[in-house]
């Protein structure tokens, strides 16, 4: 510092420090300090400051995320029907600066929906259960004192499942703690685990085929059927939407009850078929792919007497001589009637109301 005051030196010495920067635990030996002033003709007697060292247990540092990546938090995923997932990355790590050794690490999981032990978790290594069944929660304990490198072997291999043919979507989180060999306890390290559901039921219908017969008609929107499924996923993936496949343009459905009505008006003349056909479709609202499942739908026609009879003139004219026999033929009418089967079967009469004497005189063959 160069030649200066006593008070200046005396300030000087009353500001120095003493620092130790090297991590990890230090020696506890005493430190010694020798301090010696000159005024340029002399050096003063030898002064010792003696520094003891107490040492701090620090406690242990657990990085569920690894030191690849950012924080010591750790977000994985389970998928319905999965063998399991680890709870800590594969790079994982417990770090303590001044011991070698962890005594014990507790693992919590919290947040069960579908009670333990449906979900749980477990370590495929070596660790305590005293859970209770039905619960909420889980806790695990890794014990036996054992390095830092046979903990984090230890914790890497700790899995959740989730055994429920439906889980519960949600999140549900793991909490670990690490105890080193003095109890010394470390920071929370948190594990967020997303239950995702799977889509793996198809739509099934009650019926396999169904059948139904209804009566022509001109109306549209004449209820003919409803049709149902059913989906075993649960969660989102079980809404069903109905659609027709076939059936020329004669019919639909409603995309959300299943219920079927004529498109168009049915006319069994028309048709050229009194039976017609099709597929109905459920699918499901999976992603990223749904599911479908068919049934058949067979509707019968039934003709209805909606056609009058129509002869093919509306007038004969035939002349005949007066005395013809009895029994005679006078002339043959044609009339026809565009509905099948009975309904276009045609029985002739004359109408004795009409006007003339026709009926007296005359006699017609109800069927030719």
């Known amino acids: 510092m160069g030649e200066a005051s006593l008070s200046t030196y005396e300030t000087v010495l009353k500001t120095l420090t003493y620092e130790h920067t090297k991590p990890g635990m230090p020696s506890v030996s005493p430190r010694a300090v020798k301090l010696t002033v000159n005024d340029g003709s002399g050096t003063s007697n030898l002064a010792t400051v003696s520094i003891d060292f107490s040492a701090v247990n620090d406690p242990p540092r657990v990085d569920l995320n690894g030191p690849f990546a950012p924080g010591i938090d750790y977000t994985t995923t389970f998928h319905e029907g999965s063998a399991g997932v680890g709870i800590a990355s594969v790079n994982a790590t417990i770090h303590d600066p001044d011991s070698t050794n962890i005594s014990w690490v507790s693992i919590e999981l919290t947040g069960l929906l579908d009670t333990y032990p449906t979900e749980r978790i477990y370590c495929e290594i070596d660790a305590e259960d005293n859970s209770t069944s039905g619960g909420s929660s889980q806790s695990i304990k890794l014990t036996g004192e054992a390095s830092l490198a046979e903990y984090e072997h230890r914790l890497r291999a700790v899995q959740y499942v989730n055994e429920k043919d439906e889980p519960t979507p949600g999140i549900r989180t793991v909490s670990v703690y690490a105890y080193d060999d003095e109890g010394a306890k470390s920071a929370l390290a948190m594990t967020n685990i997303t239950i995702v559901a799977v889509n793996d039921y198809a739509p099934a219908f009650e019926l396999s085929a169904y059948a139904r017969a209804i009566d022509e008609g001109d109306a549209t929107d004449r209820a003919v059927t409803t049709v149902h499924a059913t989906d075993a996923d649960l969660y989102g993936t079980d809404k069903i939407t109905y659609s027709i496949e076939g059936g020329n343009g004669l019919f639909k459905i409603n995309s959300m009850t299943g ?91 004359i109408d004795s109301a009409g006007s003339g004497s026709g009926s007296v005189h005359f006699d017609i063959n109800p069927v030719s």
């Open 259 to 349: 219920e079927i009505v004529t498109a168009t008006a049915i006319d069994f003349e028309a048709l050229g078929s009194d039976v017609h056909s099709f597929t109905v479709v459920a699918e499901d609202g999976g992603q990223p792919m749904s599911l479908s499942g068919t049934a058949s739908v067979t509707i019968t026609v039934t003709d209805v007497n909606d056609n009058t009879p129509m002869f093919r003139q509306s007038e004969w004219g035939v002349r005949k001589n007066e005395d013809i026999p009895s029994g005679s033929s006078i002339v043959v009418v044609f009339a026809d009637d565009a509905d099948s089967g009975v309904n276009g079967k045609i029985v002739y009469s």
